[in-house]
């Protein structure tokens, strides 16, 4: 049997999340998220949401077709690609003037872009992509890491890679440090359409579906006319990586309806991909409302 303030507690969770925004700058924020992924912070798991706050320590996972975009409070940004495993850590007494700390990219691709009015700011920050850890004076790079190997790519300023004991250096845009799993690491040329292929697997692009702080459009997902009702379809959507929230409504006959929704959609469009995308991941008939 389910506690009885449940819901309640719920409800105030979403509450909590709504108004984070008038808090101390987090060192970074979820910018937009296009489902299924989860955010794991200590022994709990909640699917990522367009505007949550990471803590250090905090380790995100991505599914299949998924993106998710984080803004970290200096101005830089990091996007993560479907099937990734990435690890936040930081230090910063100050995130919003300086980063410092450690960006780890356990699983799957990822790509790192300064802002371009912030690139005078102070940072000590390394990458890991597998086995690679990256020293950073760049403002682009695009890497990966797989049962393949590791794959990093320079995509416009200056970094170095430390790997096997062995530090190589990418000065030159458009070049890319490949490191085969089980054979010598190589520095190549980037071809543009190359570099496109990668780039998308990391990008959100306009009909992804992506959902972000400010977006008017909703899912609906389901409804329930029992708090009982409600709450097995929150687990149910949320543990597929979604973020839904439950929504009371009075009912006409007495007693309350209950509406679980996806926000965030910046057009009937976007909702739409989003709902097609959760009826696959749960059997669900989800429909878009604004």
């Given at each position: 049997?389910?506690?009885?303030?449940?819901?309640?507690?719920?409800l105030?969770?979403?509450?909590?999340?709504?108004?984070?925004?008038?808090?101390?700058?987090?060192?970074?924020?979820?910018?937009?998220?296009?489902?299924?992924?989860?955010?794991?912070?200590?022994?709990?798991?909640?699917?990522l949401?367009?505007?949550?706050?990471?803590?250090?320590?905090?380790?995100?996972?991505?599914?299949?077709?998924?993106?998710?975009?984080?803004?970290?409070?200096?101005?830089?940004?990091?996007?993560?690609?479907?099937?990734?495993?990435?690890?936040?850590?930081?230090?910063?007494?100050?995130?919003?003037?300086?980063?410092?700390?450690?960006?780890?990219?356990?699983?799957?691709?990822?790509?790192?872009t300064?802002?371009?009015?912030?690139?005078?700011?102070?940072?000590?920050?390394a990458?890991?992509?597998?086995?690679?850890?990256?020293?950073?004076?760049?403002?682009?790079?695009?890497?990966?890491?797989?049962?393949?190997?590791?794959?990093?790519?320079?995509?416009?300023?200056?970094?170095?890679?430390?790997?096997?004991?062995?530090?190589?250096?990418?000065?030159?845009s458009?070049?890319?440090?490949?490191?085969?799993?089980?054979?010598?690491?190589?520095?190549?040329?980037?071809?543009?359409?190359?570099?496109?292929?990668?780039?998308?697997?990391?990008?959100?692009?306009a009909?992804?579906?992506?959902?972000?702080?400010?977006?008017?459009?909703?899912?609906?997902a389901?409804?329930?006319?029992?708090?009982?009702?409600?709450?097995?379809?929150?687990?149910?959507?949320?543990?597929a990586?979604?973020?839904?929230?439950?929504?009371?409504?009075?009912?006409?006959?007495?007693?309350?309806?209950?509406?679980?929704?996806?926000?965030?959609?910046?057009?009937?469009?976007?909702?739409?991909?989003?709902?097609a995308?959760?009826?696959?991941?749960?059997?669900?008939?989800?429909?878009?409302?604004?």
């Amino acid at each position: 049997m389910r506690p009885p303030n449940r819901l309640v507690a719920v409800l105030a969770a979403f509450v909590m999340l709504s108004s984070m925004a008038a808090c101390a700058a987090a060192p970074a924020i979820v910018e937009a998220v296009q489902a299924p992924a989860w955010l794991e912070r200590g022994a709990r798991t909640l699917p990522l949401a367009a505007g949550m706050e990471l803590q250090s320590g905090d380790v995100l996972r991505t599914g299949q077709g998924a993106r998710v975009y984080l803004m970290l409070a200096e101005g830089s940004r990091v996007k993560l690609g479907e099937a990734a495993r990435f690890t936040f850590h930081t230090r910063s007494l100050q995130p919003q003037r300086s980063f410092r700390g450690a960006l780890d990219i356990l699983e799957g691709a990822f790509r790192f872009t300064t802002g371009k009015l912030k690139r005078a700011l102070p940072r000590d920050v390394a990458i890991r992509v597998g086995t690679a850890t990256i020293g950073i004076r760049g403002t682009d790079l695009w890497g990966r890491t797989d049962s393949a190997g590791e794959l990093v790519a320079l995509i416009e300023g200056r970094i170095e890679i430390s790997r096997a004991g062995e530090v190589t250096a990418l000065t030159r845009s458009m070049t890319y440090f490949d490191a085969p799993r089980g054979q010598a690491s190589a520095v190549k040329t980037l071809d543009p359409e190359a570099f496109r292929k990668l780039a998308r697997q990391t990008e959100i692009e306009a009909g992804d579906g992506a959902a972000r702080a400010k977006g008017k459009w909703r899912v609906l997902a389901a409804t329930a006319t029992s708090e009982e009702g409600a709450l097995e379809l929150y687990d149910q959507i949320r543990e597929a990586g979604f973020a839904a929230r439950v929504r009371p409504r009075a009912a006409q006959a007495g007693g309350w309806n209950y509406e679980l929704l996806l926000g965030g959609f910046s057009s009937a469009g976007e909702a739409g991909v989003a709902a097609a995308r959760l009826k696959a991941a749960t059997g669900l008939k989800p429909s878009v409302v604004r």
